[in-house]
């Protein structure tokens, strides 16, 4: 029975990392340099910045939220502790905690402003997106910071070993995620808001809180994956995050994040960011033209997501489609709202 | 006249675990205004969907004008000239009142449907309601917006139109001409009327003849003046009761142990105040809409904007959220489990540790699932709930279950206060008794009960005292061999001795 009940999800569990290895094993196939551990731990880097900024993602797609600033704030975080260093004479890891800082701030307040002024988080962060784009480009009047610190460069950019740093932070960012959703009573007032707004709250969640606490996160996640972009290039832009917010949203759709809320998995966005890193590596290696890759990329998230629906139940959901009707004239007067 | 214009024959329907309409039969003529009245959950709705083509029959058939009905679509029902109005008056408020009235016609038809229009004008006029036809609909009061939606009915050419409730937003002094306004209308077009309410005077003065539903059947049928509404609320009472009675009724001596005073809703409900003794029962009953679930979740603070103040075993307790109620021992058990009560797609331990707070967290903020699955699964044996398996997502378990789930996230905080809102709704015969003996344990327990249900047996059942609400007021008392359906129901609706 128990078994039973939880073998959807363990299939849609399994089914991305099948979906991983296939897509993985194919271009293995057609390019064999891409299966050696130099070329995969390229791809792992490759899919860090997703990865990070799509964990945050998934704790806001989880309480049924989206952030759509998450792009600008990454930028605005990385322009201003590469300017702080550059300019300021900042310490790196003065800079670092600023940059993460900065980051939770200005997710907090993305937070703030869909609880207590009861903004649609779509409308709120479509507002922040541009606000903080805007931020980043007043930093330094729209131009580059160059030659930042090698020292800093290291700290994101190194090996530790033969392993990426980035990769390390990645993986514990990744457990620290799982613990606190799983593990936590917060990530558990997390699931809770999402899977029903009303029961929490009457159940005694502080549902503002923790809505703000979980756009706090995907801030903070979002301005770690800013300071990344910069060490990677050793140069800060002021639009250098942008891009990365369809990216990472899609890597958490991919992984099996819900937008309607509730539902959402921290190996499975992790997963996802792999796919979309592998795709982009692979498509390169096969002399593919990034035009296409575009048109591929699009096409495994529709695929993905659609599977992870038919997984779910495609048919179940025609049933549940086809038994609403009936409800609507029918049962008994007591079924009628009150009010 | 001849044939009849609509014709009900022999309908049944079923749904799982509950027969809503057995062996329906009546007919409406040119003209006439039918009453249809019963209980909540007598099958008036149903009933209504079927004439409206939104549910099909098991068997039996819906007969206009002489011919068959062959297929159960909204679509045909239309054809057929069948119009149902709707409680909720569906209104677009971002369009004028005259365009209101032209929603759902060609461009073709629009010469011809503006003398609809100024004719619905002139209907509306003669209802007690002058509008103008550029008025955003937005600006209406509910009453207008219902006579609105009534004048359109009759402006779509509808032979037979049923009106699910259609004053219950209307004021007292605009009953009057709005009833006057249908009585006209349907006399004049010869349409017929199916008129749905709970008020007794109205049906007693519009209707030309009355149908009163119980558990599904057609118990009594006359002709409006041949009856009186004593008689028609006598047949409507006397639902098959389940047999249950309490083991434990509260003591007489035993001490007020929960108190609210003037309590308000933002909806208008209120100042309401009740006290409950240790160990007693307190059932409300009420006509849906009479304002009893904004009561409970007033007590609880669930929506911005409610007052009133709370005093547990003597101690006045200040709430401002449902977290101070949870944490004062307030239980509150929402009327709408899988949308207030549970996360469905949470397993049951999660559910039911969700008012935990930090109580199974270990190693500062980690939590132990293990403790949570131990924990619910000592107070699902109490609650004797099935399956055991408590890693089961919610939505796996049944109704009753279900049920036993949202009580249980409470019991195991040990509440002392336990505020029910429709507790078996959706629930089976057997989930029923389960759920009753539940509460009557919780009762002798020593714990404060209030029990909001409309569903009258269960008031009679599980009360040691009940009260009626009626617009967002605490109209009577009823206690021992008063708390009876004939009683209740009387002053629900209003008709009983000394009530304005």
């Not at chain 1, 792992?44 to 049924?64: D, H, Y």
């Not at chain 1, 740093?165 to 990645?170: D, P």
Request: aromatic share 6%; proline share 4%.
């Amino acid at each position: 029975m128990s078994n039973n009940s939880r073998s959807p999800l363990n299939f849609q569990a399994i089914g991305i990392f099948i979906a991983a290895a296939v897509i993985f094993l194919i271009f293995g196939l057609l390019k064999p340099i891409f299966l050696t551990p130099g070329n995969l731990s390229q791809v792992a880097v490759s899919a860090c910045v997703n990865a990070i900024i799509g964990l945050g993602l998934t704790f806001v797609i989880i309480t049924g939220g989206i952030d759509l600033s998450v792009g600008s704030i990454a930028s605005f975080v990385g322009i201003v502790s590469a300017a702080s260093m550059v300019h300021g004479g900042v310490s790196p890891y003065l800079a670092l905690a600023l940059g993460i800082g900065l980051g939770l701030i200005a997710g907090a307040f993305n937070g703030v402003l869909i609880t207590l002024l009861r903004l649609p988080p779509f409308i709120a962060t479509l507002g922040t997106m541009s606000a903080y784009q805007g931020c980043a480009y007043v930093v330094t009047g729209g131009l580059p910071v160059y030659n930042v610190p090698q020292q800093f460069v290291g700290i994101l950019n190194g090996y530790a070993g033969q392993i990426p740093i980035i990769v390390l932070i990645v993986i514990i960012v990744g457990v620290g995620s799982w613990l606190l959703l799983r593990r936590t009573v917060f990530g558990q007032n997390v699931i809770a808001t999402g899977g029903s707004e009303e029961t929490a709250w009457l159940s005694g969640i502080r549902v503002n809180r923790v809505k703000i606490a979980v756009y706090a996160l995907s801030g903070g996640l979002a301005g770690l994956a800013g300071l990344v972009v910069v060490a990677r290039i050793s140069a800060a832009q002021s639009d250098a995050g942008s891009p990365y917010l369809l990216t990472a949203l899609a890597a958490a759709v991919i992984g099996g994040a819900n937008l309607m809320g509730g539902e959402g998995r921290i190996g499975g966005t992790l997963v996802g960011a792999l796919i979309l890193g592998a795709l982009t590596n692979g498509m390169v290696l096969l002399n593919v033209s990034s035009f296409y890759e575009m048109i591929v990329t699009g096409v495994v998230v529709i695929i993905a997501v659609a599977l992870g629906q038919g997984s779910k139940g495609w048919f179940a959901h025609k049933r549940t489609a086809r038994g609403a009707a009936v409800p609507q004239g029918a049962p008994s007067d007591t079924d009628t709202v009150k009010r | 006249m001849g044939e009849p214009l609509l014709e009900i024959r022999n309908i049944s329907k079923t749904f799982p675990g509950v027969r809503a309409l057995d062996d329906v039969s009546f007919s409406l003529s040119r003209g006439e205004i039918l009453a249809l009245v019963g209980e909540n959950g007598a099958g008036k709705s149903t009933l209504l969907a079927i004439i409206g083509g939104s549910l099909v029959p098991d068997s039996g058939s819906v007969v206009v004008e002489g011919v068959r009905r062959s297929e159960y679509t909204p679509r045909r029902a239309l054809a057929d000239g069948v119009v149902i109005a709707y409680q909720e008056p569906a209104i677009v408020g971002q369009l004028t009142v005259g365009q209101n009235l032209l929603i759902g016609r060609s461009a073709a038809r629009r010469r011809a449907s503006t003398v609809e229009v100024r004719e619905t004008l002139s209907n509306l006029a003669r209802m007690g309601f002058p509008l103008d036809a550029h008025t955003p609909a937005s600006t209406l009061s509910p009453a207008q917006r219902q006579a609105l939606a009534i004048a359109r009915v009759f402006a779509l050419g509808a032979k037979i139109v049923a009106l699910d409730e259609p004053t219950t937003s209307l004021a007292e002094q605009n009953v009057a001409a709005v009833l006057n306004g249908v009585r006209e209308l349907s006399h004049e077009r010869e349409v017929g009327i199916i008129y749905v309410s709970h008020k007794m005077h109205e049906v007693m003065e519009v209707s030309d003849s009355v149908v009163v539903l119980r558990d599904g059947m057609v118990r009594f049928s006359s002709p409006t003046n041949e009856t009186s509404t004593d008689e028609i609320v006598r047949n409507m009472v006397g639902r098959q009761l389940l047999e249950f009675r309490r083991t434990h009724p509260v003591a007489s001596n035993a001490a007020i142990f929960f108190t609210v005073t003037d309590v308000t809703h933002p909806s208008g409900v209120g100042p309401a105040s009740i006290s409950v003794r240790a160990g007693e029962v307190l059932g409300i009953a009420g006509l849906v809409g009479s304002g009893r679930t904004e009561f409970l979740r007033a007590i609880v603070k669930a929506d911005a904007g409610s007052t009133g103040s709370v005093t547990i075993d003597g101690r006045r307790v200040p709430i401002r959220s449902p977290r101070d109620a949870r944490d004062a021992g307030i239980a509150f058990i929402p009327e709408e489990r899988k949308r207030q009560g549970l996360i469905l797609q949470m397993p049951a331990y999660a559910n039911v540790t969700i008012t935990a707070g930090r109580e199974f967290a270990q190693f500062g903020p980690f939590l132990n699932p293990s403790r949570q699955i131990a924990a619910t699964e000592e107070v699902g044996a109490q609650l004797s709930l099935r399956p055991t398996n408590v890693r089961l997502a919610a939505h796996q378990f049944s109704g009753g279950n279900q049920q036993k789930l949202v009580i249980a996230k409470w019991i195991r905080r040990d509440a002392r206060v336990y505020l029910f809102d429709e507790p078996t709704k959706g629930v089976d015969v057997a989930g029923k008794a389960e759920i009753y003996s539940l509460i009557d344990a919780l009762a002798a327990a020593g714990h404060a009960i209030v029990v909001v249900s409309s569903d009258l047996p269960e008031i009679i059942a599980l009360s040691d005292r009940a009260l009626v609400m009626r617009n967002g007021r605490f109209l009577s008392e009823h206690v021992g061999n008063d708390i009876n359906e004939h009683s209740l129901v009387a002053s629900a609706m209003g008709i009983s001795k000394g009530m304005p």
